[in-house]
């Protein structure tokens, strides 16, 4: 265990909650076990925990997140997600393999969209000559969480939008059955339409979507 993970595994174990807990795990469909630690409180113990421990060194990232990720307790993912979320602008290219390993590993909604949106989404705005590679590789994986990926990293791009990329990716896998998919592309085409709504209207209009994906898509037009 990572000398920066140890003790803070200790103090949320002493911090754990099982009414919360199982609450928690139930709501993650029984997927991890939980501390009980809601995300407030995370947080802040966090904050304890770097101003004793000191805050995580750049290059101490990868290691810290891989050793959260080895252990169970779901809350430990979710700081190694926000530790990367808030280093994110001081990421590149190199980082992305790192980010591809975390969105594969004890995959589920809650790490891989922040994964995806807050942390490969920022790297690849910043380095849009390594857009076409990663793509390339996620939208065609047979991993669907790299499918989701590949749909989402554009989500908080808004103008910025490579609306003809985000097209093709959901051209890709518009007859997807898995809900988290179908989900992705409605979600997806929401946030584009906040800026460019005739676009997104139109697109739905010319495609096939599960009924999720364009309820999703047409919730706010």
Do not use: C
Not at 30 to 43: E, L, T, V, Y
Not at 129 to 157: C, P
């Amino acid at each position: 265990m990572h000398p920066w993970i140890a003790p803070l595994h200790a103090t949320f174990k002493h911090h754990a909650n099982a009414e919360n807990a199982a609450a928690m795990s139930a709501y993650m469909k029984d997927r991890f076990p939980f501390f009980g630690i809601k995300a407030p409180q995370r947080r802040e113990l966090v904050k304890e925990h770097s101003a004793l421990y000191g805050a995580p060194a750049l290059d101490e990232l990868p290691a810290i997140a891989r050793s959260a990720f080895a252990l169970p307790q779901r809350e430990l993912h979710q700081v190694a997600v926000d530790l990367l979320m808030k280093h994110a602008k001081k990421l590149g290219p190199a980082d992305l393999p790192l980010v591809e390993e975390l969105i594969t590993t004890k995959s589920w909604w809650d790490s891989v969209d922040g994964l995806a949106i807050h942390v490969a989404g920022v790297i690849l705005k910043k380095h849009p000559k390594e857009i076409a590679k990663w793509n390339k590789r996620w939208i065609g994986s047979s991993d669907m969480w790299l499918n989701r990926t590949a749909i989402l990293f554009q989500a908080r791009w808004k103008e910025d939008t490579d609306q003809a990329l985000l097209f093709a990716n959901i051209d890709r896998h518009v007859g997807h059955k898995d809900f988290f998919i179908r989900k992705a592309i409605g979600w997806s085409l929401r946030e584009l339409g906040a800026t460019d709504p005739e676009a997104v209207s139109a697109f739905v209009r010319s495609r096939k979507l599960s009924p999720l994906s364009e309820r999703e898509a047409m919730k706010h037009l």
